[in-house]
């Protein structure tokens, strides 16, 4: 596993760590700097995240918040976007 995959589960298990110790904050992922990443079309992207293409223009537009999971997906796509492409493979 290359040291890239390896720091995300790292963080990844921390982030549940702090949920647990109940110290988690909300941070908020920018729907479009997320899909960006990936260089797909919003089309291909909201396919990709099971989602509608009016629901991702809603998050990208900032006129709804994704949920819990969208919002680790949108950052999966932020910080590993070969990850989440890998899984549409």
Not at 58 to 78: K, M
């Amino acid at each position: 596993m290359d040291n890239e995959m390896l720091q995300f589960q790292s963080d990844l298990l921390e982030s549940v760590r702090q949920l647990k110790r109940g110290e988690g904050r909300v941070v908020f992922v920018l729907a479009k700097a997320a899909r960006e990443k990936t260089g797909l079309s919003q089309t291909q992207f909201a396919d990709l995240l099971g989602v509608s293409v009016r629901t991702l223009r809603g998050w990208e537009q900032g006129r709804i918040q994704p949920s819990g999971t969208a919002r680790t997906l949108l950052t999966i796509a932020l910080r590993t976007p070969d990850a989440l492409l890998g899984v549409a493979a």
